[in-house]
């Protein structure tokens, strides 16, 4: 499939004005592009950056129809839009990534099972529509976690089980039709890949970003990973023939286990700009969000060598318990920069910004970046 470049002063439409949608946004903005935004929220971040804002739920396909037409490409921030709105879009406009690619992907079983089907490595899982059946899988596979498989991310939906008893509660508490149960692994480290791909086939691959999470949310990540020479080849490869075999245009992260005797799994993929690759920004010549703009207007892709270490650490609302922090210290830090979503609301594990920092090495940037975190919370 080809695509002729879509020349800057044209409208590109998002689905999702967040914080991915907002930083996609200036960059396109930046690029010369008009932006409108279809968000359920009136107050979001990506409306002080937008040409239009339209608010609506993501199940109003009317809406997407309209979001989409005259926009010369239309993306999204957040995978969870109902199959009837991305059409409504598609029919439009180029939705990037199409729709089927985003279907697989939005819900959890039915992307597990699609990576599985194509050869594509996973720890054991069981997906699983009964209590009974959550109580079986546990039975099989040892301590697990049950997954919601619609929804549930940074570390909701999900619940950590040992026994085929607890399996059992865990469905019925998580009160939906669909889970995956997921094996626990001997993890040495967490990785991600961020590749972008145009319509023609043409791909790029970001160097693997070394993640850590607590309770299921990204706390910090950092580039270059420390990821040896062979591990970075196949980390790269495998999140390229993802891509290449869901057929992306846009971008595609891929979060990987590499469990300790080398053996690298998928986690979970993501067909948007990454929280594990924010430092993009500071490290590579061309960051995911102007990289995401490329993709879909069909530009040259951006560079995407490590030019300099970065490292990012999560800003969550929890941190505006007492009011708003002072990030004056935080800034006092050499190296390091603030970023704001605009969100107007703070609340307990919401994602409100984040910190970046960059260093002659790995180790400083983050070092940097947790320095610049204390600062803030001490």
């Known amino acids: ?80 839009i109902p199959r009837p709105s991305l059409e409504a879009a598609a029919a439009q406009a180029a939705l990037c990534p199409p729709v089927d690619a ?5 819900e959890r079983a039915r992307q597990k099972e699609w990576l599985a089907a194509n050869g594509f490595p996973l720890g054991p899982f069981r997906t699983v529509r009964h209590a009974a059946t959550a109580a079986d899988a546990v039975a099989a596979l040892g301590p697990s976690i049950v997954k919601s498989a619609m929804g549930g991310y940074d570390g909701r939906g999900q619940v950590r089980v040992r026994t085929p008893d607890e399996g059992r509660a865990a469905f019925e508490r998580l009160a939906v039709p669909v889970c995956v149960v997921e094996a626990f692994l001997d993890i040495a480290t967490e990785l991600s890949v961020l590749v972008a791909r145009r319509a023609d086939g043409e791909a790029v691959a970001y160097p693997t970003s070394r993640n850590v999470h607590t309770d299921g949310v990204l ?24 891509a290449e075999r869901l057929g992306i245009v846009g971008l595609l992260a891929t979060e990987m286990f590499v469990l300790r005797d080398g053996t690298l799994l998928v986690n979970e993929l993501a067909p948007r700009p990454h929280n594990t690759f924010h430092h993009s920004e500071r490290a590579h010549p061309t960051s995911q969000f102007e990289q995401l703009v490329r993709a879909i207007c069909h530009l040259p892709l951006g560079a995407t060598a490590v030019v300099r270490p970065a490292a990012i650490h999560n800003l969550l609302g929890d941190l505006w318990a007492g009011g708003a922090p002072d990030f004056t210290r935080a800034l006092a830090v050499p190296g390091v920069r603030l970023h704001l979503y605009g969100k107007t609301e703070a609340r307990p594990g919401r994602k409100m910004g984040h910190l970046s920092a960059d260093g002659d090495t790995p180790e400083e940037a983050l070092d940097r970046v947790l320095t610049a975190y204390r600062a803030i919370t001490s």
């Not at 985003?102 to 939005?106: E, W």
């Open 102 to 106: 985003v279907h697989i992907v939005q």
């Open 219 to 242: 706390t910090w990540a950092v580039t270059p990973s420390g990821a040896d020479e062979e591990l970075e080849r196949r980390a790269q490869a495998l999140a390229l023939g993802i």
């Open 1 to 80: 499939m080809t695509r002729a470049p879509v020349p800057p002063g044209a409208t590109l439409g998002f689905l999702g004005g967040g914080q991915l949608g907002r930083m996609t946004a200036m960059a396109a903005r930046t690029l010369g592009y008009d932006v409108r935004v279809l968000d359920p929220e009136r107050e979001c971040p990506a409306r002080h950056v937008a040409n239009e804002t339209i608010t609506a739920p993501w199940a109003d396909a009317d809406a997407a129809r309209a979001l989409a037409t005259g926009c010369a490409a239309v993306t999204l921030e957040i995978e969870q």
